[in-house]
């Protein structure tokens, strides 16, 4: 597996189980509010308490160096980012008329929430996570530069860079500036991945609402 590979599935895959555990708390916070909903809130504030950077070394280093460790640090910081985001997200649907006059109309709590509520989510999700997906990148290959990530001799473009350094003095530079390069178009492509889907988001919304009125 060469390195640009390893990065991006290792994020795909950071991206994913964060988002899975980042959507799930922040849904049920805006659900049940309450006791729940604070009790939740009050752990995603604990943990943005600290640097999402630091967040995923302190884990890494707790654990030892290694891929599995990097990737579990980097999971927990990012939980966070989606649990705010689908609380809040939860909370605006279920106060727009249509989701009131289903509530009103006597409709299960679950066809609600699952024909009403997530709907209208996913797609600021999916901006989350694509933005997710660079973060990622970027830290996994910082956690490698530092030596707490991806292991030589696995191939991973912090290690590459790290590597290459001692090299750029001598002449030879490409060796850790190709790497470098790499990850900034990687990065820079997710970023303007999200951007597009951002323009895409209130069009969305405005059929969704459509649709669901229209239900």
């Avoid at 899975?20 to 909903?37: E, K, Q």
């Avoid at 654990?63 to 910081?77: C, V």
């Avoid at 709907?119 to 694509?130: K, L």
């Amino acid at each position: 597996m060469s390195s640009g590979q390893l990065d991006i599935l290792a994020a795909v895959v950071v991206t994913a189980a964060g988002g899975l555990v980042g959507m799930t708390i922040g849904a049920v916070a805006g659900l049940r509010g309450g006791a729940t909903d604070n009790a939740s809130m009050r752990l995603m504030d604990s943990l943005l308490a600290f640097p999402p950077l630091i967040l995923a070394l302190a884990v890494s280093v707790a654990l030892g160096a290694g891929t599995l460790s990097a990737a579990l640090g980097i999971t927990i910081s990012t939980v966070p980012f989606y649990a705010r985001l689908m609380r809040s997200e939860v909370l605006r649907v279920k106060a727009l008329p249509f989701v009131e006059a289903a509530v009103a109309s006597g409709g299960r709590p679950s066809r609600i929430v699952s024909r009403h509520i997530l709907p209208h989510t996913w797609q600021v999700m999916a901006i989350q996570a694509s933005s997710v997906v660079g973060y990622a990148v970027l830290t996994l290959a910082a956690l490698g530069f530092v030596g707490l990530g991806v292991q030589v001799p696995t191939a991973e473009w912090g290690t590459m860079i790290t590597a290459g350094l001692p090299f750029v003095l001598s002449g030879q530079w490409w060796m850790g500036v190709f790497p470098g390069v790499m990850l900034l178009t990687l990065v820079i492509g997710c970023n303007l991945v999200a951007d597009g889907l951002g323009g895409g988001t209130v069009a969305g919304v405005m059929t969704g609402t459509t649709r669901s009125l229209r239900e």
